[in-house]
Nanobody, 115 residues
């Protein structure tokens, strides 16, 4: 059984920063691509950023230059550093991991950007 557990969400003022973490546990031999997605109220889930096991990254245009994805392979953990947060970044953020050709999702972490 594989579990992904996110942490680090919360309330932040516009222009502020947050760091999300997602740790994978369970029957893991190796993890392929890991990523972050988000779903705002009334909208579909969308890609935020992905990172391969070798560190190659891909970002949505809306967050380029503000968010940074990284991972620690030894800890089976992926991070999302979010700077310059805007109210439109408010969403539930989900981590995703490709493990043994299956995609697993975390339960989500709420990020609210508001003054």
């Amino acid at each position: 059984q594989v579990q992904l557990v996110e942490s680090g969400g919360g309330l932040v003022q516009p222009g502020g920063s947050l760091r999300l973490s997602c740790a994978a546990s369970g029957s893991i031999f190796s993890i392929g691509v890991m990523g972050w997605y988000r779903q705002a109220p009334g909208k579909e889930r969308e890609l935020v950023a992905t990172i391969t096991s070798r560190g190659n990254t891909n970002y949505a245009d809306s967050i380029k230059g503000r968010f940074t994805i990284s991972r620690d392979n030894a800890k089976n953990t992926v991070y999302l550093q979010m700077n310059g947060l805007k109210p439109e970044d408010t969403a539930v953020y989900y981590c995703n991991a490709n493990i043994r050709s299956r995609y697993y999702w975390g339960a989500g972490s709420l990020v609210t950007v508001s003054s």
